[in-house]
């Protein structure tokens, strides 16, 4: 082989090794992949340029020793890098390797990196070569931590997040659940997950639970806001509940991620106030009703009490001139001795004395005013009333029952000529209406004590009162009877009233009347000022 053949030779082989070089230094770059070399015999470094390259050093101006690449450690690293290696060679590995940060001097940035390394023995077994590579993983673990942190968060959202949130797969069957929905189940993680609806929920709550997330995996369409009753440890609870369809990479469904929230709270607040608000809405009504009915009746009563003035003014210019008309009469029967003007003085005399008691009857009606209270003894006065009653009517064969015993010694505070004008009126009326009978005329007077009431009822067997005059019997000047006033039971009326009780009437025509009083055996101290 001639020289130039050799040289030929040898020009063309450093060629393609140049070329190889060429193309390792750039798959050493692509790769972020770089190689050193540690010669122990002659203590010589050498880095391949993508070492440099990762370390952000300049090949010209730095060069390769152990030193300047601890330099390059990140100093919180540099203590367990250099471990690492010394630790090995002491030790005698053969191998090891190492994840670790640097710091690229002139920017300061942080990058990563992976180690291997691996050491070449003599004969005797001493080291005499270390090989090693760095390869920078810095992108990998940026996405790594990125990964990691989203991990995370997503943990700590489902843990802490105050909705049950479980996801299942098609097969029925739990494959993460959260905290909050341990909680309500009273069960652990391990109890739950992997196991199937069926195993946890009784059959028909469970069957209502798949019926919806079969529809949500066979549509792909979330279904949303169903409200619905859930079986708890702690009993029945009203669940909110949210079921999307739950996808893998490739967009699959393969099951349900469902997130539920307790309502049970706010469905009570919420049928509480509705009811309240029923409650206060009938409570307005009925108090708008009551007000309505007492400002009727405070117009009645004005216009009753100007009409009751007007009347009283009237009744009381009539006496004069009544008085006149019937001395006028007494003086000119006297003159003459005529018998045939007789009967006609007569019917002078009895009608100035009816329009007398009309004239009696309407002052009383409207000099009723407070009642002046008294002890009254109640038995005593509704006998005595009785008893003069029954002498009026003597002739007329009513018979009257005493049916109160009960009111022995009971004694009642109220006005008592007050209290003899309402039982005289009362009693007055049931013997007219007996009247109306041939015969078998009977009224009975009940009374009883009833707490702090007293009770009477006055019934007789009279002729009852029309259902259409019913409501108008205590009206002041309603009258059925030619010779009425009208105005004994609206004085009834206003006397039980100031005295703070009731009166009632019931009646069926043609077959009696039942007029019911209710006293309190103590004035009501407010109406005193009245
Ligand atoms: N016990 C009774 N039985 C039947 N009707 C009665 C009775 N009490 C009252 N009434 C009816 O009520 C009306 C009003 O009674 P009241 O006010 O006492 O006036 P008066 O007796 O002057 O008619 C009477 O005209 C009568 O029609
Ligand atoms: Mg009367």
Redesign the pocket.
Known sequence: MDIKQVQADLDKKNEALKISERRLNRTQELAHLGIWELDLINNQLTWSDEVYRIFGLDPQKFGATYEAFLEAVHPEDRKVVNDAYSGSLRGGKDYYEIEHRIVRKATGEVRYVHEKCEHTRDSSGKIIRSIGMVHDITDRKIVEEALRNEKQERQVILETVPAMIFYKNRENTFVRTNKAFEEVMRLPKEKLEGRSLFEIYPKEQADAFWKDDKEVIATGQPKLNIIEPMETPAGKRWVQTGKIPYRDEMNNIIGIIGFAVDITEQKKTKELLERDKKTLEQYVLKRTEELLKSYREIEKMKRLSDLGELAATVAHELRNPLAAINLASYNLKKKTSNPELEKHFLTITKKIKESNEIINNLLSFSRVKAPIYDIVNIFDLLDENIENMAEQYASKNIIINKSFEELKNISVQADQIQLKSLFT?IIN??C??CLDHAEGRKIEVIGSVEGDNLNIQFK?N????DKE?IEK?FNPF????AK???????VCNQITRLHNGKIAIE?EKDSG?V?SITLPLKKHEYTTKN
Request: aromatic fraction near 4%.
């Open positions: 009126n009326n049931a007219e209406a007789d009279g002729s009852g009162i005059n019997v309603f009258s059925t009877k009425g006033t009208g105005l004994g039971l609206a009646s009347t007029v």
